[in-house]
């Protein structure tokens, strides 16, 4: 393919994807295919002569449309958000185009300069303390990682190394072998998935620790657990904090968790991955007060900020026991620009890195701050609508409301709400998933689609009441 085709099937790509976010409303969110279907659409082997991008571009829209969830359709409610914005889109565009991968400084000075500048951009407008900035005098330090999976993993296996080299400078009698398998992780029963992989993958034992009614970790809860730990011979060596639960968005606080982490010497990493955009709104930073007491916060504008999938924003408040966790050298690597800029590959568990920062840049240049605090706070009152409406209906209980995250069930036994989710998955209309609080099933329903607005959330909760209606007739409510 030359310049002159990549011309025109880069456009008719790009008319492609704006048509679709033209009629993505009215498309049911859930596709109908079944398992397998696109193994019967396409040849056993690949084409032996080259086909025309026209033939290709025509078989998306016949063989992979129909097999598309659509995530960015206003009625998705599942999950929390992943980032849409056409800017990111661009700068995914460009960074594909330039197709350059920043293993060092020299391998494209663009790419860290503009990732260490836009860690900082962001930084700033989260709040977060200047020492955890790359522009601070001190160590501290921010990079793009892929996921908040990843970033969670980084921090266990930075706060492993640095725990492992600590005792062994205090006792030269402790070998590594001994001290690594008495190590211990802590986080909630509420904490994401990919909280328990990491210690799964980083050979750490990860209690998860119940939670109160709010779903928070608390401080009493934490401590108990270190205690009855170390009289049992154990190191307690990594908190896993939440700012925003994937069940409902809840917030520990830090300031009661962050100077126990303090006091027993453990590293506090804060995964906010998908509530630390709003932030971005000074009226939300209270949530996070004792951040600075934190070794690593973690949040992902591919969630919330509109940067598309994947860009997960990590902060170090000592960047040095990341690098020299992390730090594996060879000769073909070396560039003379040794300690003028970070070296991200020893940031992070690939050797190669994107170029994810052209997207950040993209959506805070055309967004700016205030876009992004509009988007945000646009959200939460949808959210708040969707809260009024289950509140109205005496057939429903809300349960939480945080963000732009709702919980809700019928009232009475799970096997309701529970049958009730699946009326309104087989109507594909809607999208929504179920979790738990308290013990109980309920609905989770996220504002997710930044095309989401008010007559969307009505869209929503005529899908819900209507499919309700057949477990529990508002008549005889
Ligand atoms: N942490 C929380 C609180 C989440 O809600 C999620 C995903 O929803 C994750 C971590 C995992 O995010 P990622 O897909 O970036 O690894």
């Known amino acids: ?20 976010f033209e009629t993505i ?14 193994g019967d659409l396409l040849p056993k082997d690949p084409p032996q002569n080259g086909e025309s991008w026209r033939d290709v571009l025509q078989d998306v829209d016949r063989i992979i449309m129909p097999g598309i969830t659509h995530w960015h359709s206003p009625h998705f409610h599942a999950y929390y958000p992943t980032a849409h914005s056409f800017p990111a889109v661009v700068g995914e565009l460009m960074s594909a185009g330039f197709g350059v991968v920043g293993l060092s400084w020299i391998a494209s000075p663009a790419m860290t300069e503009l990732e260490v500048v836009m860690m900082n951009w962001l930084g700033r407008m989260l709040g977060l303390p200047e020492e955890f900035l790359n522009c601070s005098e001190g160590p501290g330090g921010g990079v793009i990682q892929g996921s908040a999976s990843e970033a ?3 921090g266990l296996l930075t706060a492993k190394e640095k725990k492992v080299k600590d005792l062994m400078e205090e006792d030269k009698n402790l070998t590594e072998a001994e001290i690594k398998g008495k190590l211990i992780a802590y986080s909630s029963d509420q904490s994401n998935s990919s909280v328990e992989k990491a210690g799964l993958l980083g050979s750490m034992v990860m209690r998860l620790l119940p939670t109160n009614k709010e779903g928070q970790l608390t401080g009493e809860t934490l401590q108990e657990a270190i205690n009855k730990d170390k009289a049992a011979g154990l190191i307690p060596c990594y908190v896993v904090a939440n700012l925003g639960t994937t069940p409902t968005c809840a917030f520990d606080n830090l300031e009661e968790l962050g100077p126990i982490c303090k006091k027993e010497n453990v590293w506090l990493h804060v995964d906010a991955a998908y509530a630390g955009t709003a932030f971005v709104c000074p009226e939300y930073r209270h949530l996070m007060k004792g951040v600075e007491m934190s070794d690593s916060f973690n949040f992902n504008p591919h969630k ?31 560039d003379q620009h040794k300690g003028l800029a970070p070296e991200y590959r020893h940031w992070q568990i690939a050797l190669g890195r994107r170029f994810r920062a052209l997207k950040i840049w993209f959506v805070l240049r055309i967004y700016g701050v205030e876009g992004i605090q509009k988007h945000v706070r646009n959200q939460i009152g949808l959210a708040k609508y969707l809260e009024d409406l289950v509140k109205k209906d005496s ?35 809607v999208f929504l998933i179920a979790g738990h609080l308290n ?38 409510s």
């Open 395 to 429: 057939r429903f209980e809300s349960c939480s409301c945080s963000m732009g995250l709702v919980t809700f069930r019928l009232k009475g036994d799970d096997s309701l709400s529970k049958k009730l989710l699946q009326k309104i998955s087989d109507r594909k209309n």
């Open 439 to 476: 013990g109980k099933f309920v609905i989770r329903y996220a504002v997710c689609s930044r095309l989401t607005e008010k007559r969307d959330v009505d869209f929503s909760w005529k899908e819900i009441t209507e499919a309700a209606e057949e477990i529990v007739p508002s008549k005889i």
């Open 152 to 154: 969670t993993y980084v």
């Open 304 to 334: 919330w900020m509109l940067v598309n999938f994947d860009c997960s924003a990590m902060w170090i408040r000592d960047a040095k026991y990341l690098v020299e966790a992390f730090n594996v050298e060879r000769i073909y690597l070396k």
């Open 25 to 38: 409303r009215d498309r049911p969110v859930l596709s109908n295919v079944q398992p397998g279907y696109l």
């Open 1 to 20: 393919m030359d310049a002159e085709q990549f011309r025109e099937f880069g456009k008719a790509a790009v008319d492609y994807i704006a048509d679709y």
